[in-house]
């Protein structure tokens, strides 16, 4: 345990060192937060209470959901590429050899990289948000610790599902094609293009039960006060069914991967 | 034996061309290293054809799924910002098209960051072709025909709907409109390069004006605060991409109220737009000094 808690530490720190493209990110997120706010506004205003949310609350998922793009890494950026690379150069067998266990060594990493990045990039777009716009934040502190878990549960169902795309690359060696894929259905499913309570009909139904549903929409509707007493318990029982689920899945990936697959040049 | 025979006629160093077919020597020269790189890349490529395929498509679909969720505010509403479907069509169509054009040409720019901070951008500085064209060409991707692809068939669709009745010289405005908007992107592409000679680690920012630029494009421009649509016309002039040529096509008046003539006005902030960038480029790359590592 001693091990994961240095491993997340130095994921931490290791975000931490890149001040400047901290900033950049900041930046980006910040200019998207803007674009997208003024169409949201428009649709809201021609259509209120559209998905069940009146137009301070879709400025707020607008804001919350560019600050937790970094956290979620659900453009990419996280450790699959890395993961990946080490599988495709065969550095994964020095991994494999080492007295840690190679799912718990990354999901200790990532937690240590979305909790900085929930700081670094998090804060400031969410806080310029609600400078500009009329944001719906609560004001209760028991909401926004009930956030934070269900933030923390949407970094783990993310992390379960991208450490299944990493492991595609021991078949594939390039992950460029899955990880495009994996970018493309987060982006959408997660509820970032578009909250996921305005799709409509079955296809809406469906999208809000998919895992990536448990990555960002969850966390935002917890923080946005849609769930409240049973519902809310329903809402962190979901992620947390999904996050075991998904977890469950990559170690018997990982263990089929690592008994039936040959490393490159061994 | 040879050499010696000719001696007197072969004059050493070789006698110069004049200046202009030099120059023009030097463009075609570029133009067919340019051209050489990207059919390597391209080889290298389909070594992974699994990737290549699912990439190409995915880069097809990410846009496409974008525009899906166009489709999916247009479930709910007939109109945004005063704009049907149809016509908001032609607008993402053309914007996506432009960057996807400007993407595909040099859209690894991104990386002269990385490569100044591992220092193998020393490498491209020795060899015998522009610098600019090496990192134009690095990692050519070709699954990036899958955005153009996609942008173009939006398009079509939203100038058939959009209720524009097309004469032939509307249609090279359009083309036009198109090209020169890709010309935009470019020149952001080349000028975002050039800022990380100074920042590497910065090349996240040129994404705000190109794929945050874009985003703001598909829309249409009564949507957005009036000093955002002033800032992109007048101190990033992307409105030049689709949005100040489309409003014509679509018979609409501008939120800025410019006279006329601006709407043509396209090709030529393209071409101030390159031209400031490849300056940028250039005092970037004389300012450049190696990490040294």
Known sequence: MRLYAAVAVSGFRRYATYRVATAAGVFTNTVFGFVIACTFSALWDERPHLGGYDRSQALTFVWVSQGLLAVMSL?????????????????????????????????????????????????????????AFELALPADPLRWLVFLLSALLGVVVGFGLRFLVALCAFWLLDGAGVNMISALLCMFFTGMTLPLTVFPGLFGEIARLLPWAAVLQVPVDVLLGVHSGAGLARALAFQALWAVLLLAAGRATQSLATRKVVVQGG | ????????????????????????????????????????????????????????????????????????????????????????????????????????????MDRVGQRVRDGTFDTLLVRPVPV???????????????????????????????????????????????IAGAAIFAAVFIGGAAFQFWSADAAEVQS?????????????????????????TFVVPLAFVNWIPALRLLGRDDPLGLPGWVDFCG????LAMLLGAGLLWRVGLRNYRSTGS
């Open chain 1, 75 to 131: 453009l990419g950026g996280g450790f699959q590429e890395e993961l990946q690379e080490r599988i495709r150069s065969g550095d994964i067998a020095v991994d494999l050899y080492r007295p840690a266990d190679l799912q718990l060594w990354w999901l200790a990493a990532d937690l240590g990289r979305a909790g900085f990045q929930l700081l670094g990039r998090g804060v400031v777009p969410l806080s310029v948000g609600a400078l």
């Open chain 2, 1 to 108: 034996m040879a050499d010696a025979q000719a001696g007197p006629r072969s004059a050493y160093p070789p006698p110069r061309p004049p200046e202009a077919l030099g120059r023009a020597r030097g463009a075609l020269g570029a133009l067919r290293a340019y051209g050489l790189i990207v059919a390597m890349w391209v080889r290298s490529t389909m070594a992974y054809r699994a990737s290549f395929l699912m990439t190409t498509f995915g880069n097809f679909a990410a846009s496409g799924l974008d525009f899906a969720a166009v489709m999916i505010m247009f479930s709910h509403i007939d109109r945004l910002g005063g704009f049907t479907l149809p016509e908001i069509a032609l607008l993402y169509g053309a914007t996506s098209t432009s960057l996807g054009l400007a993407d595909l040409v040099l859209g690894n």
């Open chain 2, 208 to 232: 705000s004006f190109t794929y945050g630029g874009s985003t703001m494009l598909q829309y249409p421009p009564a949507v957005f605060a009036r000093e955002l649509v002033r800032g992109v």
């Open chain 2, 132 to 178: 600019l064209v090496q990192v134009a060409a690095d990692r050519f991707a070709l699954r990036r025909v899958g955005r153009v692809s996609q942008g173009l068939l939006v398009l079509c669709w939203g100038a058939v709907g959009a209720g524009v009745a097309w004469t032939p010289a509307k249609a090279l405005f359009a083309a036009v409109m198109v």
């Open chain 2, 267 to 270: 090709p030529a902030v393209a």
